[in-house]
């Protein structure tokens, strides 16, 4: 099985994973020997090892977190972007 890079969610870690599964040993990592034990049915894309998860984007003002965060908060404050008709 495979899906698109753009299409998966963004990862919560840079964990094993992306921090969507914790091990036997409840840390996340992505040890060989739990290989097959607490692997996802869909396999992570590896952008959560280089920054790209909320983990490390929680901090920081304009990364593509926050960018979403505020136009939803921006979405959830403004009338006109929740309500009328098309």
Known sequence: ???DNCRTPMQWSSDGHGGFIMNKY?????KASMKG???PW???NDDSLSGINVESQEDEEHSMLMIYRN???LRKSEP???RGDL
Do not use: E, H, I, W
């Open 1 to 3: 099985m495979n899906r």
């Open 26 to 30: 409840g840390d996340g990592s992505n």
């Open 37 to 39: 034990v607490s692997d």
């Open 42 to 44: 869909l396999p992570v």
């Open 71 to 73: 136009l939803l908060a």
């Open 80 to 82: 006109a972007l929740f």
